[in-house]
Protein backbone atom coordinates (compact mmCIF):
# COMPACT_ATOMS: atom_id res chain seq x y z
CA UNK A 1 0.00 0.00 0.00
CA UNK A 2 0.93 3.41 -1.02
CA UNK A 3 1.38 6.06 1.75
CA UNK A 4 0.49 8.66 -1.24
CA UNK A 5 -2.84 10.59 -1.05
CA UNK A 6 -4.83 10.38 -4.11
CA UNK A 7 -5.64 14.14 -5.38
CA UNK A 8 -9.44 15.22 -4.19
CA UNK A 9 -11.81 16.03 -7.24
CA UNK A 10 -13.28 19.47 -6.92
CA UNK A 11 -16.39 20.37 -8.34
CA UNK A 12 -16.37 23.49 -10.76
CA UNK A 13 -19.63 25.55 -10.02
CA UNK A 14 -20.49 28.09 -13.04
CA UNK A 15 -22.73 31.46 -12.27
CA UNK A 16 -25.24 29.59 -14.97
CA UNK A 17 -25.59 26.97 -12.45
CA UNK A 18 -26.01 28.89 -9.03
CA UNK A 19 -28.55 31.42 -11.26
CA UNK A 20 -30.45 27.78 -11.97
CA UNK A 21 -30.72 26.95 -8.32
CA UNK A 22 -31.36 30.48 -7.74
CA UNK A 23 -33.86 30.56 -9.65
CA UNK A 24 -35.51 26.83 -8.49
CA UNK A 25 -34.92 28.25 -4.47
CA UNK A 26 -37.21 31.27 -5.94
CA UNK A 27 -39.88 29.01 -7.24
CA UNK A 28 -40.30 26.71 -3.82
CA UNK A 29 -40.60 30.17 -1.94
CA UNK A 30 -43.53 31.45 -3.99
CA UNK A 31 -45.43 28.44 -3.13
CA UNK A 32 -44.70 29.12 0.14
CA UNK A 33 -47.85 29.93 3.15
CA UNK A 34 -47.16 33.55 3.60
CA UNK A 35 -46.85 35.36 7.00
CA UNK A 36 -47.58 39.36 7.65
CA UNK A 37 -44.71 40.63 9.56
CA UNK A 38 -44.15 44.23 10.71
CA UNK A 39 -40.41 44.85 11.25
CA UNK A 40 -39.12 47.22 14.17
CA UNK A 41 -38.94 51.19 13.11
CA UNK A 42 -38.79 53.36 16.07
CA UNK A 43 -41.99 55.49 16.08
CA UNK A 44 -39.78 58.67 15.61
CA UNK A 45 -38.01 56.80 12.62
CA UNK A 46 -41.73 56.30 11.33
CA UNK A 47 -42.72 59.93 12.14
CA UNK A 48 -39.48 61.22 9.99
CA UNK A 49 -40.03 59.35 7.04
CA UNK A 50 -43.86 59.32 6.36
CA UNK A 51 -43.43 63.41 6.81
CA UNK A 52 -40.86 63.07 4.10
CA UNK A 53 -43.46 61.06 2.02
CA UNK A 54 -46.05 63.16 2.82
CA UNK A 55 -43.99 66.35 1.51
CA UNK A 56 -43.49 64.57 -1.86
CA UNK A 57 -40.02 63.15 -1.23
CA UNK A 58 -38.79 60.23 -2.49
CA UNK A 59 -37.90 57.85 1.13
CA UNK A 60 -35.78 55.05 1.19
CA UNK A 61 -37.23 52.69 3.91
CA UNK A 62 -34.69 50.88 6.09
CA UNK A 63 -34.84 47.29 5.54
CA UNK A 64 -33.69 43.98 6.60
CA UNK A 65 -31.98 41.21 3.89
CA UNK A 66 -32.70 37.67 3.84
CA UNK A 67 -31.10 35.57 1.77
CA UNK A 68 -32.09 31.77 1.52
CA UNK A 69 -29.50 29.60 -0.97
CA UNK A 70 -29.11 32.80 -3.08
CA UNK A 71 -32.34 33.95 -3.56
CA UNK A 72 -32.55 37.45 -1.43
CA UNK A 73 -35.41 39.18 0.23
CA UNK A 74 -35.58 42.97 1.58
CA UNK A 75 -37.93 43.51 4.07
CA UNK A 76 -39.20 46.95 4.86
CA UNK A 77 -38.85 48.19 8.73
CA UNK A 78 -41.77 49.46 10.02
CA UNK A 79 -44.52 48.11 7.34
CA UNK A 80 -46.76 45.40 7.11
CA UNK A 81 -45.23 42.67 4.59
CA UNK A 82 -46.18 39.40 3.77
CA UNK A 83 -42.81 36.71 3.50
CA UNK A 84 -42.99 33.43 2.86
CA UNK A 85 -42.43 30.89 5.58
CA UNK A 86 -38.97 30.06 5.40
CA UNK A 87 -37.98 34.01 5.33
CA UNK A 88 -40.66 34.07 8.45
CA UNK A 89 -37.79 31.79 10.30
CA UNK A 90 -34.87 33.24 9.09
CA UNK A 91 -36.10 36.73 10.75
CA UNK A 92 -37.41 34.31 14.20
CA UNK A 93 -34.26 32.64 14.62
CA UNK A 94 -32.41 35.60 14.16
CA UNK A 95 -34.34 37.54 16.75
CA UNK A 96 -35.35 40.26 14.34
CA UNK A 97 -39.03 39.58 15.05
Known sequence: MSDEKQPQQTTQVT???LDKAALTIGQQLKKQKKVKVKL????????KL???EKAGK???WPFETVS????TFQIQRGKDVEVPEAVYEVLSNANII
Request: net charge negative; glycine share 4%.
Open 40 to 47: YLSVEDRQ
Open 58 to 60: KVK
Open 50 to 52: EAA
Open 15 to 17: DAA
Open 68 to 71: INGY
